[in-house]
């Protein structure tokens, strides 16, 4: 199975997922993504995601001075950010736990 077509389907929820923890910038949120598991992420997917999510009304913009280069805009999620993820959350949930079982009845 190829998974990078299962990440198309939560790409927003693990956008989602990374913002809560902290405010980020593009680069900063694929880097976290990627370290927590999910390295086929492309950059330019999660920009792409970004700047959907910011267009929903999910995430708060802000530009700040960078030492190394360009100003970076960060991204952080907002009220209807975090409804947003805890409604994702909760589907994932639910949906992990329904295939979870069909595939441990499939091994049976």
């Known amino acids: 199975m190829d998974s990078t077509q299962l990440l198309k389907g939560v790409l927003d929820l693990a956008v989602l997922a990374v913002l809560a923890e902290r405010d980020g910038y593009g680069y900063d ?15 330019a997917s999660v920009y792409g995601t970004l700047r959907r999510l910011f267009k929903a009304g999910a995430l708060n913009s802000y530009v700040v001075a960078s030492d190394e280069g360009p100003h970076r805009k960060y991204y952080g999620l907002n009220d209807t950010g975090r409804r947003m993820y805890a409604s994702y959350a ?19």
Do not use: N, Q, Y
Not at 90 to 108: C, D, N, P, Q, Y
């Open 29 to 43: 949120v694929v880097r976290r993504l990627r370290d927590a598991g999910l390295e086929e992420v492309g950059d």
């Open 90 to 108: 909760g589907i994932w949930a639910s949906f992990a736990a329904t295939m979870a079982s069909l595939v441990k009845e499939g091994h049976a």
